[in-house]
């Protein structure tokens, strides 16, 4: 009643029967007078968009964080196609990750030791990655990593013996490259993630993609 719609209407909102908008869901939000943290999982549960939330501290940061992954998970879930998965996924690493160069997908034969790109997107004026196979050792990340399927290598370009970023050191001089393994029943795959600047990663940014990196893994494997 205090929103202005009928038990009936309500009722369809809550089993998922209706398509609501932003607006309304606004006006819902308002009367259970829900905080941000709660706004914003009500919006990642029952539409695509993410409302306008102002954020004042580090709780409410953590809080829409935690809404953009749900709303990832979601999405990841409705692929129709592995690529298009990867390409989700992507796309997502590049939106939420500290200022980002290159975000990629890349996929591994461990029989031949070789890696090729499957999916990636640069910032304008980048160059990506090839996506011919290339061999293990043109990067120093490739045992245990694409190997081993260990979680986390994080590289400073500076100092690594990356050949791929060769042409980028000499230009820049500096930036710093993260990637995570994940092995599947049928594939072995890496998700990378270039930047420009040396700043190590936190704690909290190596979870987060740790967390990208699982929820890519459970729908590939699940689904394809």
Known sequence: MLAGVSVAWYTQFETGAIRVSPRMLDRVA?????NDEEKLYLFSLAIDEMPTVLHHDTTTSG???RAALMHFTKHARAASSPQELEALTVDFLYDTCRPVEIAQIIHADLERQEFWTTAQRTAPGVEGFPASPQPFSMVDDAEPVLVRGEVFSEN???STKHALMRDRQRKFGTGRYISVGVHTERSVVALNVTQQSNEPYSDWEKFHLGLIAEIFALTLASRY
């Open 30 to 34: 308002a009367v259970l007078r829900l």
């Open 63 to 65: 809080a829409a964080e």
């Open 156 to 158: 400073n370009i500076p």
